[in-house]
C-alpha cells in the first residue's frame, strides 16, 4: 500500500472535518459518557470527548466512516486533549495511553477497512495532537508577566507520553495541531524526535497553526513567518494552519506560508465565523467555492474542515480538490 509521504506528492489530500461537530449530534449525556465502566466516577465527565473513545467507541468508529465516506483521505484520532495536562480536568491522567492507544486503533481499523475496499484510495490516519490547556510562553497571571504555569519539560513529558500511544495504536502521521504557542509546539516536536530515535523510526510529522485573527498572529504574538521559523529545523511533511478563522480570512496568511516554506501545506479553516450563538452557518457550497480559490491558486497539498464542518463539507471539498493539481514544492539548493 502506498504510503502518505507517497501520496502527497501525487495529489492534494483531503483530511476529515471536526469530530467535535459531529459528536454534539449524538447529543450524549453524562451517563452516555460514562458508561458502565465510569458510571460511579466521583467526577463529572460530560465533555470529554477524548473518553468516548472508551464509553461509546461505535460512534467514533462511525464518525470515521462518514468522513472516509464523503471522500477524505486522512481522519485525525480522536485525542485532541489526550495528554495528562489536557485529562487532569476531568482527574483522567492515568488513562492517557488508553485513551490514545484505544482512538488510534479505532481509527486504524476504519481506514484498514476502506482502504482494503478501495485499495486504489489509500486512507490513513493522523494522530491529533491538540495545543493542551496551558502556554509555555505567556502569563496567565497579568499581575505576574514572568510566571508560567507549565515548563517546557513538563510538556514534553505529556505530549511523550500522548506520542507513543498513538504510534503503538497504528497512525501513519503525526498531526500537531491548533498551535496557538510555538513553544508549546516544540516542546512537542522535540518530544516527536526523542521517540524517533528511541525507537529508530521515521514517523511523518504534519503541523498546524492558528492565526487568532485579522492580526495575521499567533496567540502568543508571532507573525506567519516567525511561526514557519520557529519549526522549520525539523523535517516535515507538512506545515499549515487550522481553526479561528474561515477559508476566506485564512487565505492571505496561507499564501504568505505557501511563498515562504518548502515544505508541503495544509489548511483546514472553520466552517466561516461563528454567529452570535458560536455556530457555524457557513453550508458546504459555499466553503467549497472558498476552499476552490486554494485550489486555483495552487496553494496547498492537504485540505479539510475545522470547527463547523461535516462531512457535506468534505465531500464538497472532494469534488474540487480532485480536479487540481497539488502545490508544487520546489526545494532549493
Not at 507513543?164 to 491548533?178: H, K, P, Q, R, S
Request: glycine share 6%; net charge negative.
Amino acid at each position: 500500500m502506498a504510503t502518505i509521504t507517497e501520496e502527497i506528492k501525487r495529489r492534494i489530500l483531503v483530511l476529515d472535518g471536526a469530530m467535535g461537530t459531529m459528536l454534539q449530534r449524538y447529543k450524549f449525556t453524562e451517563e452516555d459518557y460514562r458508561g458502565e465502566r465510569f458510571k460511579d466516577y466521583p467526577h463529572s465527565l460530560k465533555g470529554n470527548n477524548d473518553l468516548l473513545s472508551l464509553t461509546q467507541p461505535h460512534a467514533i468508529a462511525e464518525v470515521h466512516a462518514k468522513y472516509f465516506e464523503a471522500g477524505a483521505d486522512i481522519v485525525e484520532t480522536n485525542t485532541f486533549s489526550g495528554t495528562t495536562i489536557g485529562m487532569a480536568d476531568y482527574h483522567m491522567e492515568e488513562l492517557v495511553y488508553e485513551l490514545n492507544f484505544e482512538s488510534a486503533r479505532i481509527a486504524k481499523d476504519v481506514a484498514e477497512k476502506f482502504t482494503k475496499a478501495n485499495p486504489n484510495h489509500p486512507r490513513f490516519v493522523a494522530g491529533s495532537i491538540g495545543p493542551t490547556n496551558k502556554t509555555a510562553s505567556l502569563s496567565p497571571d497579568v499581575n505576574r508577566p514572568e510566571y508560567r504555569a507549565i515548563t517546557f519539560d513538563e510538556l514534553r513529558i505529556a505530549y511523550k507520553q500522548q506520542i507513543e500511544a498513538l504510534i503503538d495504536g497504528g497512525v501513519d502521521v503525526l498531526l500537531v495541531e491548533t498551535i496557538f504557542d510555538t513553544l508549546n509546539a516544540k516542546a512537542c516536536l522535540f518530544a516527536i524526535e526523542e521517540v524517533k530515535e528511541e525507537r529508530n523510526i521515521d514517523i511523518p510529522v504534519m503541523v498546524s497553526g492558528t492565526i487568532t485573527d485579522a492580526s495575521g498572529r499567533t496567540l502568543s504574538g508571532q507573525t506567519v513567518e516567525a511561526f514557519l521559523a520557529s519549526i522549520s529545523h525539523v523535517p516535515l511533511l507538512s506545515v499549515g494552519f487550522n481553526c479561528a478563522l474561515g477559508a476566506e480570512q485564512l487565505k492571505p496568511y496561507l499564501q504568505r506560508l505557501s511563498n515562504a516554506t518548502e515544505f508541503y501545506t495544509s489548511a483546514y479553516p472553520n466552517a466561516g465565523l461563528p454567529n452570535a450563538f458560536g455556530e457555524y452557518d457557513q453550508s458546504a457550497k459555499e466553503m467549497q467555492i472558498l476552499v476552490e480559490d486554494y485550489l486555483k491558486d495552487g496553494l496547498i497539498n492537504v485540505i479539510g474542515g475545522c470547527c463547523g464542518t461535516t462531512p457535506d463539507h468534505i465531500k464538497a471539498i472532494v469534488e474540487v480538490a480532485k480536479n487540481y493539481k497539488p502545490r508544487q514544492v520546489v526545494v532549493s539548493c
